[in-house]
């Protein structure tokens, strides 16, 4: 696994070994930041769900300002660091070891983000549950981005979830669904 481009462009990534995360592939990274494309510069990020990292480095390579890394695994967290490490960047990187939801409490007191990659375990079925937090606990800047990866392309599947966030792009990878959301402006604290 690799950095695609940037200041780290072509930078190896040390993963996770065994099947307890299922790294973005590189196909759907690519299509991700080519979404992104001009709204990466200065950004805060965070990274839910970071597995070895690969999301925010990419991220920060592409000029985000500070990304905030946060995985409940121990190994997930030392793979993470070493990555950070080789990347030499500390300074623009924080890493949590927390639940999705201590996460997103813990940072409701301290970011606002510009960019959320949310990238559960398929069969977590969480995704709903997160974005209702994530506006809820007010972490998300007015013109914040909630990158969704999961295993369908019906995560806005209540009139909550309706009423609280817009699609701004969609697309399907094999079994990855990637959707793009953004509040809708009446949510925007």
Do not use: W
């Not at 070891?97 to 990238?119: H, L, P, S, T, W």
């Not at 079994?175 to 402006?185: D, F, G």
């Amino acid at each position: 696994m690799k950095i695609i481009t940037g200041t780290l462009k072509g930078m190896n990534l040390a993963t996770l070994e065994g099947e307890s995360t299922r790294p973005t592939s590189q196909r759907v990274k690519e299509a991700v930041f080519s979404m992104l494309q001009f709204d990466i510069e200065g950004a805060i990020v965070l990274d839910l769900f970071a597995g070895c990292g690969q999301m925010g480095l990419e991220a920060l390579s592409r000029g985000a300002k500070k990304v905030i890394f946060n995985d409940l695994s121990k190994d997930a967290i030392n793979v993470i660091k070493n990555n950070i490490k080789k990347a030499k960047m500390h300074e623009f990187c924080e890493v949590l070891n927390y639940g999705y939801e201590m996460a997103i409490r813990k940072q409701a007191k301290k970011e606002n983000f510009d960019i959320i990659f949310i990238d559960p375990p398929y069969k977590l079925d969480c995704i709903g549950k997160i974005l209702k937090l994530l506006a809820k606990n007010n972490v998300l800047s007015s013109n914040a981005f909630v990158v969704c990866e999961s295993g369908t392309d019906n995560i806005l599947n209540d009139e909550e979830l309706l009423s609280m966030y817009d699609v701004y792009r969609k697309a399907r990878y094999s079994i990855s669904y990637i959707t793009i959301l953004r509040l809708k402006e009446h949510d925007v604290q």
